[in-house]
């Protein structure tokens, strides 16, 4: 059922092509009742609000929005052309074999299950999957991770961390349903060209201040510390 008096959505930045803004958890980031672009047209009551990228339905953060069709085509062409960037944080169990590192594997998604697993060989529906990342933190078992996207396949992130025994907190689907917390995952910067005027447009975004994400030490421990 819809909400019919949803919270109004968090607003970074907007102009007349483009706008920004905290997509809430729990909202779907496509185009339909209920979803950010139709909550956004209400709020701001601009009927060419339109997404470009997306965020999974429990994943909060950054994502900026056309206005456009003019800004939503250049914005996915610097999408294709791996030009837009897209950053995240997130914290996982466990800690990465290497401090930092690519990740490179081949995915395939099950639609009747709505899940993506990492697969051994090509084949029909499956797709490279490649990110980067950086450990910034670690306390116990759990570690804090930057991580960029050069792919973006459908829960590329949770199924590439899940496949090497590293799920991320609180991802029910991936990981450990136990962990009794929303999934640790958070969009934290966004940065592309501006669609109208080519101006460098650089969006960052800390992820609230609760569990787990306070459950980490921070500025970032030295690898060697990591790995003691």
Not at 12 to 17: A, K, Q
Not at 110 to 128: C, H, I, L, M, S
Not at 203 to 225: D, G, M, N, Q
């Amino acid at each position: 059922m819809l909400d019919p008096n949803p919270q109004p959505v968090e607003l970074v930045y907007t102009d007349s092509s483009i706008l920004v803004c905290i997509k809430p958890a729990g909202v779907v980031s496509t185009d339909q009742p209920g979803g950010l672009p139709d909550l956004l047209r209400q709020q701001l009551g601009d009927t060419g609000i339109r997404t470009v990228h997306r965020l999974d339905q429990v994943v909060s953060g950054l994502m900026v929005l056309a206005r456009t069709p003019e800004a939503a085509g250049e914005l996915s062409r610097q999408i294709r052309a791996q030009t837009f960037t897209k950053e995240y944080l997130a914290v996982i169990h466990g800690r990465p074999a290497q401090a930092q590192g690519k990740l490179r594997d081949l995915l395939l998604r099950n639609k009747g299950e709505r899940k993506t697993y990492v697969v051994n060989q090509p084949g029909k529906g499956v797709q490279e999957a490649v990110l980067s990342y950086w450990v910034e933190a670690c306390a116990g078992e759990l570690s804090r991770v930057r991580i960029q996207l050069e792919t973006g396949r459908t829960h590329q992130i949770r199924a590439q961390f899940s496949a090497r025994g590293t799920p991320l907190v609180g991802d029910r689907k991936y990981g450990r349903p136990e962990d009794g917390c929303p999934i640790a995952l958070w969009s934290c910067r966004l940065a592309f060209c501006h669609p109208a005027t080519g101006k460098p447009m650089n969006f960052s975004r800390e992820p609230p201040a609760v569990y787990p994400w306070t459950a980490l030490s921070y500025p970032p421990i030295p690898f060697w510390r990591l790995h003691k």
